[in-house]
């Protein structure tokens, strides 16, 4: 129900905070922020906010420092869910539930791991399913089907690799699976010997692992799943995800299935954007009609109504579409995901449903034809405010920067890279000198671009002080300041993950700031990120969220 | 898992967009010369079926009275596959669309998924537009890409373009890939090669002398042949090695002398042999069928086929 037709006789509760810092230049910081009916009523001091709108105060929150929840603009629905499957990646993790993962730095501590796994699985008939492999780790040292066999000679084992293109399975696993020397599948390299390694290249490859790995994919689809990204947000003080074209929104029960799950007591937001390329059977005008027809089920909590495409593929995994030179490391280039030539028409339908259309585009030449596209969309069909965003927006030059502001488009900016890929871009896909322009935060800030920053979770984990921290110090794991003239301050990357997300979801008058009406949602950190040495950022500690004036505590750390 | 004796051939279809990828499958479905086609499409909206050959549709499979199916692709390509397994005792094989921007070979890479084969990787060329393509900053390196994983390419609009044009085009052609060129029309009998299964009593293809039907039809030469027993290892290397300009498609389902209890599958499309064991020997002959285009001496197939022998 609108707020505005509510006669405003529900309880107010008032909390004092060390501080609020309200990311509205309207009043900047406050010591207290007034709730009312899920709504903030106001900011202010505490004695005066009681005495304006009675109410009570609670107190729990007096020692925290407040800040708009923050808005995680480009993340996957996998992102809780893939914490059913045991953990086995190079860096730790925190799990959902607040456990840590400790990182797997060796193949020994893969496997170590794994015989865990496999000993708490009790029904000896079920496949054990891992996430996280990543061998580039380890250059030179071997990981196939034989380490997992020193796990189980009788479960079978499939375990994704980080990138979630490759996986490896043991030989049980390839005996019950029929998969053999026999087996000629050009993902399926093979021995010397000439049996497969155990591992299984691409999607065709993979489903090669049969039930497994349709029980890995599978799972990911349960409700638990969509309660797990709720409690990795909530960890990590996000109040709103998106689902950046996960989902199948066609289907009905995929719908129905986030309504019911995120109820009041869900702690976050979720604005579900509707996976075109992959899910429109029926030509993109039918599917934008369906979207106009699910955009009015959206409630507080889900939103419906936007959609995803896709022009390329990753940088790091050479698939991105770059412009001369090409990647540094030779490799030939990229794919595209939609035909340049077909940009517009496919864009066209949405847009002019006044839908928004958020595009992936990693590479400057997957940039570039997507600019192309909407230059003849927004000629033939100009729409005021569209809000437009290139995801990713990684190789972006000034040039396309200010193209995109000439079309007023947002950019959405891949900033985690820098820390979980930058040497890699600086050393293999791109080189030094295009790897420190990358992900040019403070090239569209100074452009005046809308400007949002995000985790691409699971691809990275969820954590906006995280993607703050990353733009702000643009470091890398070697200690290299990568571009330090692309870096930005704090305070425009808590704005960036804050109100940047917001408007990009078009949800500036609802989310993003503390500011009287709008939802009460914060993130609840124990220090304060203005104070903190901008290297630490990434360290506040998180006590956890309030979401529509409930509080959601982090989960204890295990 | 399924039989491996019935597994459904696969062959993927690809080509940039306007190539003439639809009208080709169009004219799979509507003339598939005796075989029962699955062909599973991108897009419903591209297909066009004659109304009076609809025998039933439904949201994602259309069937027709001629025994072929074309189902759209459904979000994820596994439980497409799954799908078609579920009706594979209807259908001879499988013929998949990739899209105009997709590379046919990482398709073709599904052919492998249990209860198929690969069956060869076709792409579609319009002789008017493929130079310009290729010269496209955007898409010249996928065009190029996806000829060159093309085991045969078919020139499309042979109806508009001058002989010239498309002369011209196919000597580039030949300048870039090692695929073997066909014009449209193409029968599906070549396009696709023949059927490696047994034929069944309801099966429509049983109905008639397969060999001579296609001598009256077209001017593609068929050759089969029945060989004594077991082939040697070296043979079948000596035969991939051999074999004559002019072949389109051969399958053999021999005994090979190194592995004389399982079946082993010769499989000529286009440019490329392969040679794979897909399952036990089912007492069956050893036999290897040949299509090759019109104007190939038979003698010169014969004499290959010939070269498969015991030792």
Redesign the interface.
């Known amino acids: 129900m609108s707020p505005d037709s509510s006669s405003g006789t529900s309880p107010t509760t008032v909390f004092p905070a060390r501080i609020v810092h309200t990311i509205d230049p309207a009043a900047p910081t406050a010591s207290a922020v007034a709730v009312r009916d899920g709504r903030f009523l106001a900011v202010g001091d505490p004695s005066d906010l009681v005495a304006t709108y009675g109410g009570t105060i609670d107190d729990s929150l007096a020692d925290k420092v407040l800040l708009p929840g923050f808005v995680e603009a480009h993340s996957h629905k996998d992102t809780g869910g893939i914490w059913q499957h045991t953990y086995v990646g190079y860096e730790g993790r925190i799990g959902p539930e607040g456990q840590w993962w400790p990182g797997c730095s060796t193949p020994e501590r893969v496997v170590e791991r794994l015989r865990e796994a496999d000993r708490e699985l009790e029904d000896p008939d079920e496949p054990l399913l891992a996430w996280g492999l990543d061998p580039i780790f380890w250059p030179g040292e071997r990981f196939d089907r034989r380490q997992l066999d020193a796990v189980s000679t009788t479960r079978q084992i499939f375990v994704i690799h980080s990138n979630m293109h490759l996986a490896t399975v043991n030989t049980a696993l390839m005996e019950a699976?029929?998969i053999s020397p026999?087996?000629?599948?050009?993902?399926?390299p093979k021995d010397a010997a000439g049996w497969p390694t155990g591992e299984l290249q691409?999607?065709?490859?993979m489903?090669?692992a049969?039930k497994p790995?349709?029980s890995f994919f599978g799972r990911l689809r349960s409700d638990e799943a969509l309660h797990k990204f709720g409690r990795a947000a909530r960890n990590v003080g996000v109040t709103t995800v998106t689902d950046l074209g996960t989902s199948?929104l066609l289907e009905e029960s995929t719908v129905r299935q986030w309504l019911d799950v995120a109820d009041e007591a869900f702690p976050m937001r979720a604005a579900m954007f509707h996976?075109a390329v992959?899910?429109a059977?029926?030509?993109d005008e039918a599917c934008a009609a369906a979207m106009v027809d699910l955009k009015r089920k959206s409630t507080d909590r889900v939103r419906f109504g936007n959609v995803k495409l896709l022009m390329d593929g990753s940088i790091q995994g050479g698939t991105a579409?770059v412009r001369w030179p090409g990647y540094l490391h030779g490799g030939?280039?990229g794919?595209?995901?939609?035909?340049?030539?077909?940009v517009a028409d496919r864009i066209a339908p949405y847009h002019r449903a006044g839908l928004q259309v958020h595009t992936h585009a990693n590479g400057d030449?997957a940039v570039e034809?997507l600019l192309e596209g909407f230059e003849k969309v927004q000629t033939t069909h100009p729409m005021p405010d569209h809000r437009h965003t290139v995801q990713h927006c990684q190789m972006t030059s000034p040039g396309q920067y200010r193209k995109m502001k000439a079309l007023g488009m947002c950019a959405n900016v891949f900033a985690n890279h820098t820390w979980f890929w930058g040497d890699q871009h600086r050393d293999i896909t791109v080189g030094p000198d295009r790897a420190a322009r990358m992900n040019a935060a403070r090239t569209a800030l100074d452009l005046g671009i809308p400007l949002s920053m995000h985790s691409d979770s699971p691809v990275t984990p969820i954590g906006s002080l995280h993607v703050a921290w990353a733009a702000v110090n643009r470091v890398t794991p070697s200690g290299d300041v990568l571009g330090a003239d692309e870096r930005i301050s704090v305070a425009e990357a808590l704005h960036a993950v804050t109100m940047g997300g917001a408007w990009q979801l078009r949800m500036e008058d609802e989310i993003g700031s503390i500011s009287p009406r709008k939802f009460a949602d914060c993130a609840v950190l124990e220090a304060d990120p203005f104070e903190v040495d901008p290297m630490e950022l990434r360290d506040v500690p998180v006590w956890g969220t309030m979401s529509g004036g409930a509080l959601h505590q982090a989960a204890a750390r295990g | 898992m399924a039989d491996p004796q019935d597994r459904l051939p696969l062959t993927v279809v690809g080509g940039y967009l306007g190539a003439g990828k639809t009208t080709l499958l169009n004219r799979l479905l509507a003339e598939p010369d005796g075989q029962r086609i699955a062909v599973l499409v991108n897009d419903f909206g591209e297909v066009d079926i004659d109304g009076r050959l609809l025998e039933s549709a439904t949201d994602d499979v259309l069937i027709l009275a001629n025994g072929c199916v074309c189902c759209s692709i459904a979000d994820d390509f596994a439980e497409t596959l799954d799908s078609v397994r579920s009706f594979a005792d209807r259908i001879d094989r499988v013929v998949v669309e990739v899209s105009g921007v997709g590379q046919p070979d990482k398709v073709a890479q599904w052919a492998h998924s249990p209860g198929f084969s690969p069956d060869g990787i076709v792409v579609a060329v319009d002789p008017l537009s493929i130079r310009d393509r290729v010269a496209d900053r955007y898409v010249g390196d996928t065009v190029l890409a996806q000829l060159a994983c093309a085991d045969l390419l078919v020139v499309t609009r042979t109806d508009v373009a001058e002989p010239e044009a498309l002369t011209a085009s196919e000597s580039w052609l030949a300048g870039v890939t090692e695929a073997t060129v066909l014009r449209t029309p193409v029968p599906a009998r070549v396009l696709l090669g023949p059927v490696p299964r047994k034929a069944r009593p309801d099966d429509p293809a049983a109905d008639h002398d397969h060999a001579a039907h296609a001598e009256q039809a077209t001017d593609h030469v068929t050759i089969s042949r029945v060989l004594a027993g077991p082939v040697s290892r070296a043979s079948i290397d000596t035969w991939t090695r051999a074999r004559p300009s002019g072949v389109v498609r051969a399958k053999g389902l021999v005994r090979v002398d190194d592995r004389p209890d399982d079946r082993t599958v010769l499989q000529v499309c286009g440019s490329s042999t392969t040679v794979a064991v897909d399952g036990p020997w089912d007492d069956g002959e050893d036999a290897v069928v040949a299509i090759a285009l019109p104007g190939t001496p038979r003698a010169a197939l014969v004499k290959w086929l010939n070269l498969l022998k015991g030792s």
């Open positions: 699976q029929g026999d087996t000629m599948a050009e993902g399926v691409e999607p065709a490859a489903f090669l049969g790995f349709r199948n996976g992959m899910y059977p029926d030509g579409r030939p280039n794919i595209w995901l939609i035909a340049p030539d077909q030449q034809a």
